[in-house]
């Protein structure tokens, strides 16, 4: 096959792949860099790529969330030019969402050589995926599940905040790791989830942004035809999951992401033992 199509192919891929795990707590970036080692080219996506096709996903929350996002984006510039007494629950929310914001801010900055280069080594995302799968595992056993969004406080927001920045590690799950605190907070699964795709937007769109600036006509393996595509496809596929998630959380665990992401580890390690994919 020619080596552009290919290129063109394997993108779309990609997107799709990125799509279907962005929202899922099983690391996106995770399936990302595994599936390039996996695909005939053998390369890694890299960092630049996988931030730039999360724009996709991000703008399927946008869309989907419209009517949250507008409210609370409005009553949050409401308590900055009128300066209530007490917050409304849609303002607080929005001051929660930026200070959840600020820990993968500082730290995405800090670290970024380490995120984009000795970070992606596929014995850590595989570890990542095990690790906390066990930990999501645990919080959906042992969480109470009984707080609201509502019930949301500082001191919650803020650790919901570091541990979306633990997504920074690829098999770690942006999702997976606010999902899992949440759980562990005691709040509802529904809730701990739809705070996760609200905190995500700020985080997400800024790095998408920072990286297409950052490595305009680079992309990584991929030019940006093909980086483009994989963007739309990601949004179309992004879309679907959401919501198909939320209604499957609503009544049913998270245990079958558990299993999942623990076969996905072991795996990872079977194909490294056998010398199948390399691990940088």
Known sequence: MDATWLTWIEAAFLGLLQGLTEFLPVSSSAHLRIAGALLPSGVDPGAAFTAVTQIGTEAAVLIYFRADIWRIATAWLGSLIRRPAALSP???????????????????????????????????????????????????????????????????????????????????????????????????????????????IPAVLASGVFELADSWGQFGAFGPGPTLLATVIAFVSGYGVIVAFLRIIATR????????????????????????????
């Open 253 to 280: 665990s998270y245990m079958p992401f558990v299993v999942y992401r623990l076969v996905a580890g072991l795996a990872v390690f079977a194909l490294l033992a056998m010398n199948v994919i390399p691990a940088r």
């Open 90 to 200: 849609d303002a607080r929310m929005g001051w929660l969402v930026i200070l959840g914001t600020l820990p993968i801010a500082v730290l995405g900055l800090s670290f970024k050589h380490a995120i984009e280069g000795s970070l992606r080594d596929l014995h850590l995302t595989a570890t990542m995926l095990i690790v906390f799968g066990l930990l999501l595992g645990l919080a959906d056993r042992l969480g109470t599940k009984r707080l609201t969004l509502e019930q949301l406080s500082w001191r919650n927001g803020l650790i919901l905040g570091f541990a979306q920045a633990m997504a920074l590690v690829p098999g770690v799950s942006r999702s997976g790791g606010t999902i899992s605190a949440g759980l562990m907070l005691g709040f509802t699964r529904e809730a701990a989830a739809r705070y996760s795709f609200l905190l995500a």
